[in-house]
C-alpha cells in the first residue's frame, strides 16, 4: 500500500516566517504535488514535480517554492508567511508521468499563520 | 480552460433515498474522470475512475461527453456515505498529468 507521509498534522507559524512543510512517499513515484484545500474552493495546485530538482507552477505558486531533492521527497517553503496562507496543505504522489494512474494523499498539515 | 464544476456545495438525503452528486467539466481534450471521496478524520482517496467502468460501494458514474459530465450516483444511500465527494479531471501538461479538482460537495445522510 502506497504510503504518503506529511511530516505534521498541525503546524502553528507567525506571520513573515519562513515555513516548510515536508511530505515523503514510499513507492518510488515519479510525480508529486502540493494542494490547498480551502471550504467552498476544493483542491488548488500549489506546484508539482515529475522528476528530481523539476517543478512546475500550479494554480497559485504564488508565495509558496518547492524542493526536490530527492524522488522520495517534495518539500513546500512559504517563502514569508502570510495570514492568507492558514489552511490545509496536502501532498500526493503518482506513478509515472503521462498517467491516468489515481493520486494517492497524505494526512494533510493544517497550518495556521498567526 | 480547464475546468472541473460541482454546482451543490451540500447535498442531504435521506438513508435509502437515491443519491447524485453532479460533476461538469470543461477540456479541450479527451478526459480523464475521477471522483475522490474524504470521510471524517480520513485522507483524500479515490472511489472511482470512468476508465475502469466500475461501481464502488454501490455508486457508479457515467463519463457523458455530449453534455460533458461526470455525476455520480446511488440508488440507496447509506449513512456510511457521509463524506466530501470532489470530482476531479486529469489534465495532460508538458511534462506530466495533473488534476483538476472540482469545489467538492459535502454529502450528508440523514437517518
Known amino acids: 500500500d502506497v504510503k504518503v507521509t506529511q511530516s505534521s498534522r498541525y503546524l502553528v507559524k507567525r506571520t513573515g516566517e519562513k515555513v516548510f512543510l515536508e511530505c515523503v512517499q514510499d513507492m518510488d513515484h515519479e510525480n508529486m504535488f502540493w494542494y490547498r484545500q480551502d471550504p467552498g474552493l476544493g483542491l488548488r495546485l500549489i506546484y508539482f514535480?515529475?522528476?528530481?530538482?523539476?517543478?512546475e507552477k500550479g494554480d497559485i505558486p504564488e508565495g509558496y517554492s518547492v524542493s526536490r531533492e530527492k524522488k522520495e521527497r517534495f518539500s513546500l517553503i512559504l517563502e514569508s508567511a502570510s495570514t492568507n496562507q492558514t489552511s490545509m496543505y496536502l501532498c500526493a504522489s503518482t506513478d509515472r508521468a503521462y498517467s491516468n494512474q489515481p493520486q494517492h494523499f497524505g494526512d494533510g498539515t493544517r497550518l495556521s499563520i498567526l | 480552460a480547464q475546468r472541473v464544476t460541482q454546482p451543490e456545495k451540500l447535498l442531504s438525503v435521506f438513508k435509502g433515498a437515491p443519491v447524485e452528486l453532479k460533476c461538469n467539466y470543461s477540456?479541450?481534450?479527451?478526459?480523464?474522470l475521477f471522483w475522490y471521496v474524504q470521510y471524517s478524520r480520513q485522507r483524500l482517496q479515490l472511489l472511482l475512475r470512468?476508465?475502469s467502468r466500475e461501481s464502488i460501494k454501490g455508486f457508479t458514474a457515467d463519463l457523458n461527453k455530449g453534455e460533458t459530465s461526470f455525476h455520480l450516483k446511488k440508488p440507496f444511500a447509506q449513512e456510511e456515505d457521509s463524506a466530501m465527494y470532489y470530482c476531479?479531471?486529469?489534465?495532460?501538461?508538458?511534462?506530466?498529468?495533473?488534476?483538476?479538482f472540482g469545489s467538492g460537495t459535502r454529502l450528508s445522510i440523514r437517518p
Open positions: 476531479a479531471l486529469s489534465a495532460r501538461e508538458s511534462s506530466a498529468s495533473k488534476i483538476i
Open positions: 470512468h476508465i
Open positions: 477540456y479541450s481534450g479527451s478526459p480523464e
Open positions: 514535480s515529475y522528476d528530481v530538482k523539476m517543478k
